[in-house]
């Protein structure tokens, strides 16, 4: 009998950007634990709002289920270094999650893969779980360069201390962020398989595989295509993560 392995729990990551006010995003938070408390909820839910509402966020997780995390993080521990946040800070605010390495930083603030991998490798140090963002341009994707940027990406900004409960990859292109568009379920398998396959063979010293989810214009209307994808372990979600209808379409989608 052909028996399907059972996919575990997939991690559902509300990137916020730099969107919310106080007052609009403890109102969604309030509305999400009340449908949390109703409901069977079977993913995790990893919200990263702005830095400036962490600490509210702080004080009202606890008991949840609710994780936090950050979007960025600096290499180092503390310093002279200013308008940056570091992975201790992060820690100090509950977080258990950072985001390194999303394709707005890479291309709005020049942050390279080495830069991505020292943030990550830090945040390491602080017991952070890192979601290393990866994907190619549109350029890139036309010119069947994807495969080449994957790699080059993975192999540069996966720091040494990586496994899998401190890691997971976010294969975002960067044509399908906020632009409505998505890869097809074979383009998405095609590049996780290939993200597998990279880290299998040229990362050796990471012994198991690490969670890869998918992340670029995903809604709640196509939230549960994406999940059953069987290379898919989650999501990482930006717009639709702001409202409460679209953001818990896309929790019930991984329920
Ligand atoms: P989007 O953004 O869901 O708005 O496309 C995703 C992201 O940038 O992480």
């Given at each position: 009998m052909n028996r399907k392995k059972k996919k575990p729990a997939p991690i559902i990551i509300a990137n916020w950007k730099m969107n919310g006010t106080l007052i609009d995003s403890m109102q969604l938070f309030k509305d999400l634990r009340k449908q949390i408390h109703e409901s069977l909820v079977g993913c995790e839910i990893v919200i990263c709002p702005p830095f400036t509402l962490l600490r509210d966020f702080a004080e009202k997780v606890?008991?949840?289920?609710v994780k936090l995390g950050g979007q960025n993080c600096h290499?180092?521990?503390?310093?002279?270094?200013?308008?940056e946040i570091s992975a201790m800070q992060l820690k100090d605010m509950m977080c258990d999650y950072v985001i390194v390495g999303h394709s707005e930083r890479r291309i709005q603030s020049s942050e390279g893969s080495e830069l991505v991998q020292k943030k990550a490798a830090h945040a390491h140090t602080e017991k952070l779980t890192t979601i290393i963002c990866i994907g190619e341009t549109q350029y890139e994707h036309d010119n069947d360069l994807t495969k080449i940027i994957i790699r080059e990406q993975l192999l540069h900004s996966i720091?040494?201390?990586?496994?899998n409960s401190n890691t997971i990859i976010a294969y975002e292109p960067v044509w399908a962020i906020g632009t409505g568009k998505t890869p097809t379920d074979e383009q998405i398998s095609s590049t996780h398989q290939y993200i597998k396959k990279i880290i299998a063979e040229?990362?050796?010293?990471?012994?198991d595989s690490l969670r890869i989810v998918y992340g670029g214009s995903v809604n709640k209307d196509n939230a549960q295509e994406l999940l059953a994808n069987?290379?898919?372990?989650?999501l990482l979600v930006g717009?639709?993560?702001?409202n409460m209808i679209d953001f818990w379409g896309i929790i019930d989608a991984a329920s």
């Open positions: 606890p008991g949840t289920g290499h180092a521990h503390h310093g002279a270094f200013t308008g720091p040494k201390s990586a496994n040229e990362l050796p010293h990471i012994e069987d290379h898919v372990d989650g717009k639709s993560s702001l």
